[in-house]
Structure formats: structure tokens, C-alpha cells
């Protein structure tokens, strides 16, 4: 397969279609040769959060707080170190809305929680919804820019929506030919990622709604991450290996990272860009040197923590604001903490 093209794709434009209902309220997603297997001791430290059947759990950039949607609990902004509930995020009054994905601005000032069909923007400080919209498709993943300005959310209708986070108005409509799974988006809402279950994925200038990265993976798209600089993107398949650009230099920094064989759920980047942690399927955490492309350290998800539990999956990876610790969000509702060597 030949280097991702850098080609112009033509220009996308606002959708007629009455699919959205928009509101807004007051208040209220080279290498790697070495075949190392995952360390097998456990985490330093086990933190729950929420109880009765959690659905989503997403941590913020800076390490500190976590976003909740549990089944008896509804949605909820939490610090995860004290164990406490900041603020009750109700959607349209229901206290337990189901929500299934959610997402963090960059700076941490604004998040998004997603049912199934319905989106809401939050100010986080403030705990008041910003935003919300419908979708007659189901919400798959969510990202949101500093401050709210934007936010790209990947449809099962097989297109993205570009929404303006401080105008609650129709969607500007990225269609693909599946249902798209990862997307994300910069920290100065310049630049959007979408990844489809057809294994396209395209990064997107989004002034000119033009796409100047189109690769194509042999599996459905499972993440993809630009560095908090805007310099990387990182994007890998459920199968397969996964690829750095160079966006700064407008070339592809490793093309293929992991083992053919292997995969990817989760991935984020350090703060400064020089390490990528990532998650897949089986339950391997892997930190990568970004600069060598090569692992630096491995961990390997426990089975289970009781008897009782059945086997863990990963809901969402990160550090801590020290980059001493690696921390793992499960589908128990608990945050794993394992120490960086």
C-alpha cells in the first residue's frame, strides 16, 4: 500500500436534511519490534467510581477528573483521586440518562456526554449545559476543542457531524461509507480526524473542509489521536498495525507500529508528545517512545478483580498531571494506577 495520500477532496456543506433537533437550555470518545508481553503485577492502586453498571468512563487531559455515565446513576463529573461526585450532568431532565460516550476539551473547561441519540455540551466549571442536539442515528464517539468551539461526533448513519459548540445550529455532514467509530479533534479546532468500520480514515482542515491526510487501515478504525502540540496524529485498526504523521512536517513518522497481528481500542499522547500510550482489545497497555517508534513499557490488564467480575474491558487511557503514573479506566467503574518506570 502506497504512503498516505495528501490529496484535496472536495469541499462538504451543510446537510438539508431535517435530521437534527437543535435546543439550547439554560442549565442543565515502527516499529514496535520488540514482542514484549504485558507486566504481570497489578496496579499500585485501585480507585472505583460510580456503581450500577457502568457504561462509559472518560478521564480528563490533565489526569485529575473523570467523566461517569452509569446505568443507575446517570452522568457525572468526578474527581477520581477523592473519589467524589463534583456535579450531576442531568440530559433533559432525566437523572439517569444511559450515556455511552464522552469527551473532554483539551484545556478541560467543556466536556460532551452522548446518549444513544442525544448530545449535550457542558461547562464543566459551571456544571450548565451550552448545547444539545438529536440525531435520529446513534452517537458512537465524541470530541470537543478548547473551549467548546467545536465538536465532531461519529454517527452508526455512516457520516461525522461538525458541530459549532457556541451556535446550536444544523451539522455541518462529513459522510463515509460506514458507520464511523473514532474521531478527535485539535486543540484549536483547525483540524479534525474520522475513522470509519470501512477502515478509511481522514484528517480534515476544517476552515476549508478539505481532507489532506486519506489512508486506509484493513480493519475498522478504533482510535485516532492528534498530541496536545497539533504536531502528531495517531490512529490505529481493531487488527492490525497502526501509523504517527508528522503533521508539522507533512510526512508519515512511523507506518507501521505494532504487530500485524495485534490492534488497538485507546490511544492519547503525553502532554509534550514524546510518549503515546495505547490499549488493545486483549487487554495490553503499551507506552510507546515516539521518537523511536518503539515499546517502552508494557502492562497487562488483569482478568478480572474479583471472582465476581467478569473480565475487564478498557474504557479510556491517560497520565497523571506528574507523568508518574499510567491510568487505566475499566468497565468495572474503577480507575487502575500502575507507576511509570
Known amino acids: 500500500m502506497p504512503p498516505a495520500a495528501l490529496a484535496q477532496t472536495p469541499h462538504w456543506h451543510p446537510s438539508r436534511r431535517q435530521v437534527l433537533r437543535s435546543s439550547l437550555a439554560a442549565l442543565g470518545g515502527m516499529g ?45 463529573l468526578w474527581n477520581w483521586r477523592t473519589q467524589q461526585r463534583v456535579a450531576t450532568l442531568s440530559h433533559a431532565e432525566q437523572d439517569r440518562a444511559q450515556v455511552f460516550v464522552s469527551a473532554f476539551s483539551p484545556d478541560g473547561t467543556r466536556g460532551v456526554t452522548a446518549e444513544r441519540h442525544n448530545l449535550i455540551h457542558w461547562d464543566l466549571s459551571q456544571g450548565r449545559v451550552l448545547g444539545h442536539w438529536s440525531a435520529e442515528a446513534g452517537v458512537r464517539c465524541v470530541a470537543v476543542s478548547n473551549q467548546g468551539r467545536r465538536i465532531l461526533a461519529g454517527l452508526t448513519s455512516r457520516e461525522a457531524w461538525l458541530l459549532d459548540g457556541h451556535n446550536v445550529r444544523l451539522p455541518v455532514i462529513i459522510p463515509h461509507a460506514e458507520a464511523v467509530r473514532a474521531v478527535d479533534i485539535s486543540a484549536d479546532a483547525a483540524m479534525g480526524v474520522t475513522g470509519a468500520d470501512d477502515g478509511l480514515l481522514r484528517a480534515w482542515n476544517l476552515e476549508q473542509g478539505a481532507a489532506f491526510i486519506t489512508w486506509k487501515f484493513d480493519a475498522p478504525v478504533t482510535t485516532a489521536v492528534f498530541s496536545p502540540d497539533q504536531r502528531l496524529l495517531f490512529a490505529g485498526p481493531a487488527h492490525g498495525t497502526g501509523r504517527i504523521w508528522d503533521l508539522a512536517q507533512n510526512t508519515v513518522l ?21 510518549l503515546l500510550l495505547t490499549a488493545a482489545a486483549n487487554g495490553q497497555i503499551t507506552l510507546w517512545t515516539v521518537a523511536s517508534g518503539q515499546t517502552r513499557q508494557t502492562w497487562q490488564l488483569p482478568r478480572s478483580l474479583t471472582e465476581r467480575t467478569e473480565r475487564l474491558g478498557v474504557l479510556d487511557i491517560g497520565f497523571d498531571a506528574e507523568m508518574r503514573h499510567v491510568l487505566v479506566a475499566v468497565t468495572s467503574g474503577q480507575v487502575l494506577v500502575w507507576p511509570l518506570g
Not at 257 to 263: E, K, L
Open 32 to 76: 514496535g519490534l520488540l514482542a514484549l508481553s504485558g507486566c504481570a503485577e497489578p496496579p499500585a492502586e485501585t480507585v472505583a467510581l460510580g456503581y450500577g453498571g457502568v457504561l462509559s468512563l472518560r478521564l480528563s487531559p490533565n489526569g485529575e477528573q473523570a467523566l461517569v455515565g452509569s446505568v443507575q446513576q446517570g452522568a457525572g
Open 254 to 274: 512511523h507506518p507501521a507500529m505494532g504487530a500485524r497481528r495485534g490492534g488497538f481500542s485507546r490511544a492519547c499522547f503525553s502532554a509534550d508528545g514524546a
